[in-house]
């Protein structure tokens, strides 16, 4: 079973409005990481948090991290209609095996 | 290109058939993962390599699933007598695998092989 779950399923936003999914896990982890996925093609990394720390930022992303909820967050500002796509969350055990992805979030950006 | 590499991108097959699928990882990177994806699904793991040894396959959903990396550089997925429930998306990953602090695990996708079984 997977152990990542993003929330919501599907996000649709105007341009310019900032879009923010959310992922819960259940154990324990290294590091988590969010990734994009483009209408069926390979999924690109976006950004990582490590298990000691709390928030990340790159760019136009935030992501942040609450090891005692197990779970984590990713806000995009100011959305773009390119930003349209699947995301999904990783979870990365300490032996870096399984990484575990949730069934994702759909965000459609609107232009 | 110096991305992670899948053959071929479409297989279209009749039950009862076997199949392989290949990856060519970036070159150096130690670790290489196979995974399947269900249409708007999560990539759901199968197994995964350090160099040439199978570290897991626990993902692997029966024993008509293999896989191999026999020198430590592209990997192949064997399915024997497909079924149609063996269609999907499947794509591998790999990341470099090194040991220590600087070693985040991120993992670089193919673009994945579509496998159906009719």
């Known amino acids: 079973s997977q152990q990542g779950e993003e929330d919501p399923q599907a996000l649709s936003i105007q341009e310019g409005e900032n879009a923010t999914m959310n992922c819960s896990y259940k154990t324990s982890i290294n590091n988590l990481q969010w990734y994009r996925q483009n209408s069926g093609r390979g999924l690109v990394h976006l950004i990582l948090?490590?298990?000691?720390?709390r928030e990340k930022h790159s760019g136009r992303l935030r992501v942040t991290l609450d090891t005692s909820k197990k779970s984590s967050s990713l806000l995009i500002t100011a959305s773009r209609a390119a930003d349209t796509a699947s995301y999904f969350c990783?979870?990365?055990?300490?032996?870096?095996?399984?990484?575990?992805f949730g069934s994702g979030t759909k965000l459609n950006v609107k232009p | 290109g110096a991305g992670v590499s899948q053959s071929p991108r479409y297989k279209v097959t009749k039950r009862g058939q076997d199949v392989a699928l290949r990856c060519d990882p970036i070159?150096?990177?130690?670790?290489l993962y196979w995974y399947r994806q269900a249409l708007g699904q999560g990539p759901e793991f199968l197994t995964y390599f350090n160099y040439e040894a199978q570290q897991d396959k626990s993902g692997l959903p029966n024993d008509r699933f293999s896989a191999e990396r026999p020198k430590g550089s592209f990997s192949t997925l064997e399915i024997q007598r497909t079924e149609q429930r063996d269609s999907a998306m499947y794509r591998c990953?790999?990341?470099?695998?090194?040991?220590?602090?600087?070693?985040?695990?991120?993992?670089?996708f193919g673009e994945g092989s579509r496998l159906t079984v009719l």
């Open positions: 070159s150096g990177h130690v670790s």
């Open positions: 990783a979870t990365v055990p300490y032996n870096f095996n399984k990484f575990y």
């Open positions: 948090i490590r298990s000691n720390e």
């Open positions: 990953a790999s990341s470099i695998g090194t040991s220590g602090a600087s070693n985040t695990g991120e993992l670089f």
